[in-house]
């Protein structure tokens, strides 16, 4: 827990997830060009009910859950909402990756499911994509967005022991042979899908303060 008389507002950031893996990815891409600012998750400043994540679209959930953040601390907020989308289930899993198999949070049960989904599937047809959005709410109450992708394709079977989710199934097209989680977090981070948007959104920042 962190005191907030420790607190500087003018240079805090409140991250809005409960997911260790996304506060330190955001942390470690925006501290490069904000370096001045202090990202806290959330959880880190008290007790905070949990927002209705109802959006149909990831920016409607990640807005959700800034508002939400901002209005508890009165802090500026940033939270992403992400997931996979894979082109032969329509969009699946969408907006419903962190909950696919019904429990949320269950890499293994959404793996599995994925797996099933795709069972017999050519591999030519396994197309997918990473999707990140971003949502910051500065001090003034404007919002900013980021936008970001990873394009590449579902294996078959999981490889790899880093990151989080469906790293272990997705083949990124930037690093081939390779799944997610088989790259180092430096690797991720230089062409993950919260990588560009946080660039998209970095770039958003620039231009609003210049």
Not at 32 to 57: C, I, K, M, S, W
Not at 139 to 162: D, F, K, N, P, Q
Not at 169 to 180: A, E, I, V, W
Request: charged letters at 25%; a negative charge.
């Amino acid at each position: 827990m962190i005191d907030r008389e420790e607190i500087d507002p003018a240079r805090t950031v409140v991250v809005a997830t409960g997911n260790a893996h996304k506060l330190v990815e955001i942390e470690e891409i925006l501290s490069t060009v904000l370096p001045d600012v202090r990202f806290v998750a959330l959880g880190q400043l008290g007790e905070f009910e949990e927002p209705e994540e109802n959006g149909a679209t990831f920016f409607e959930n990640a807005l959700i859950k800034a508002q939400a953040a901002a209005e508890a601390t009165g802090l500026p907020a940033i939270a992403d909402d992400s997931g996979l989308m894979v082109d032969a289930l329509d969009g699946e899993p969408g907006v419903y990756s962190a909950r696919y198999a019904g429990v949320h949070g269950d890499d293994a049960a959404n793996n599995a499911k994925l797996k099933e989904r795709l069972a017999g599937v050519p591999d030519e047809l396994r197309r997918g994509r990473f999707v990140s959005s971003i949502a910051f709410i500065d001090a003034t109450g404007m919002v900013l967005s980021g936008e970001g992708t990873c394009e590449g394709a579902i294996g078959h079977e999981e490889r790899g022991s880093h990151g989080f989710g469906y790293d272990p199934l997705f083949l990124p097209d930037d690093t081939p042979g390779k799944t997610m989680a088989e790259l180092t977090p430096e690797e991720k981070n230089a062409i993950s899908h919260r990588f560009h948007a946080l660039q998209d959104l970095a770039a958003k920042l620039g231009g609003s303060e210049g």
